[in-house]
């Protein structure tokens, strides 16, 4: 396979498909990137990567560690060595090196999150989520803040800057199979069909950053892995008159600059989901896909009653998302059927609410999740009750699940205090869940009273 890293064309012979592209850098001399937690939680071992645009193309700082080098044929990619231009420092190595690098273990993947927000065509200041996902163990982040915010624009003749002119590299296929293992990247749907009627094991990898984990940490190997990240029939986004379309395949960072805070609820979602390093590739059908209990998408398109496109080689069929988990980690997903587009209803319900109940305020696995849509009466007599209302949850049961019983207590009701703590009563009896490192069974019962009780406070009329 060929790629190009730091502005020139690589050659790899010899593949081993588990192999992550971080260590491929490091057994080949380029220890700029750093190996921290192999998780993307620490962003050590941050690279950019070429990304296309509808003009030109744009840089995305992603985690090293969960790239699977194979997934990288035919890309373009820099490390924190390829930066410097003609023997002298990038702005971002010049700022880092004025107080903002303390023990030098993270400054390289500071450095590249940093030159890819420099990049950013429509930059005024610097956006400092875009460091979300880099971990500083010497808690230097002021003097790295100060580092940010002394960068001004690329100059005129800034190379990397030039690069963005010009179209990322076109998707191409791409098939490795040794006498053990293979790897696949289509670029069509009809490929991939066409590969998984021959290979109906494969393990079918989109972002990577589920999936790359247990193979950097567990060790888990697949005989036949399928990259579907370059599939433009997973890429797609449409409002309809009755619905938005969202492509399984979109990464979060692509589907929040499509919706550009369209859709609250999902705008409260995005920054509380990993870090930015995480979704520039996590995918939104890779998320549903995985059937974690407590992934935060579930949630969140529970309470907006989503719809799954759901497509085979021969056929299509849509399914309503609190029907598509049957049980941990097991979906209806039949053999050789995938995820293509997430379905929203319009008209959108009027009150939402996300909350993530977690360790850390940011970059953090759900304990418990809490998604509420709400919907009122349009009768000027009885605007405060209740209509519709759909709570989604995760962290509560095997599966993500809607807080039916709970629902059906507050439809026809007023929305006020009485009724609510009533409702916060039932819902703390209509699942059982477990204890484990993240919470104990009573707090996760205890929480799902409160978050309710909070959604009804916060979405309130203030009493003039």
């Known amino acids: 396979m060929t790629f190009t890293l730091n502005g020139q064309v690589v050659t790899v012979n010899n593949i081993d498909p588990h192999m992550t592209l971080l260590s491929w850098l490091r057994s080949s001399g380029l220890t700029g990137s750093k190996e921290g937690c192999g998780e993307g939680e620490c962003g050590a071992c941050a690279v ?16 090293g560690c969960l790239l699977l080098l194979a997934s990288l044929a035919n890309q373009e990619l820099w490390t924190v060595e390829g930066l410097s231009q003609q023997g002298q420092l990038h702005p971002t190595q010049e700022a880092m090196l004025q107080g903002g690098s303390q023990c030098g273990y993270c ?40 580092a940010t915010e002394s960068l001004g624009k690329p100059s005129a003749d800034d190379a990397l800057a030039k690069r963005l002119e010009h179209p990322a590299p076109t998707p191409q296929s791409f098939n490795y199979v040794s006498r053990d293992t293979a790897f696949f990247r289509p670029t069509s749907l009809s490929e991939l069909f066409d590969t998984l009627a021959r290979h109906s094991e494969a393990k079918l990898v989109a972002g990577g950053t589920d999936w790359v984990v247990e193979v950097n940490q567990r060790f888990s190997r697949a005989s036949v892995q399928i990259s579907v990240d370059q599939l433009p029939e997973l890429k797609t986004f449409s409002w309809q008159d009755d619905f938005v379309e969202m492509g399984a395949g979109l990464t979060l960072s692509e589907l929040e600059h499509l919706l550009n805070n369209r859709i609250p609820i999902m705008s409260e979602w995005f920054p509380r989901f990993a870090s930015r390093l995480i979704r520039n590739r996590a995918t939104l059908g890779g998320n549903i896909g995985t059937a974690s209990p407590i992934g935060d998408s579930p949630p969140v398109l529970l309470a907006l009653d989503a719809s799954l496109v759901l497509v085979r080689k021969a056929d299509e069929r849509i399914v309503k998302l609190s029907n598509f988990f049957t049980g941990y980690r097991e979906t209806v997903l039949q053999v ?113 009273g409160k978050l309710l009780e909070k959604a009804f406070v916060e979405t309130s009329e203030v009493p003039a």
């Open 48 to 63: 950019m990567l070429l990304r296309p645009e509808k003009q030109g193309s744009h840089y995305e700082s992603v985690n």
């Open 107 to 146: 400054t390289p993947g500071f450095v590249v999150s940093m030159a890819a927000e420099y990049y950013r065509k429509d930059r005024e200041g610097f956006d400092i989520e875009a460091l979300s996902g880099n971990l500083c163990r010497c808690t230097g982040y002021r003097p790295i803040k100060d």
């Open 336 to 448: 050789g059927e995938i995820i293509k587009a997430v379905r929203v209803p319009l008209p959108l319900p009027t009150t939402t609410r996300f909350y993530k109940v977690c360790k850390r305020p940011m970059d953090d696995i759900s304990t418990v999740a809490f998604g509420l849509a709400l919907g009122r009466e349009a009768d000027p007599d009885k605007l405060n009750t209740v209509k519709t209302i759909r709570i989604g949850l995760g962290g509560v049961a095997a599966t993500p699940v809607r807080a039916y019983k709970t629902e059906a207590i507050l439809v026809g009701k007023d929305w006020n205090e009485r009724n609510v703590r009533l409702a916060s009563e039932v819902i703390k009896t209509e699942f059982q869940p477990i204890d484990d490192h993240r919470g104990s069974a009573a707090y996760r019962v205890a929480m799902l």
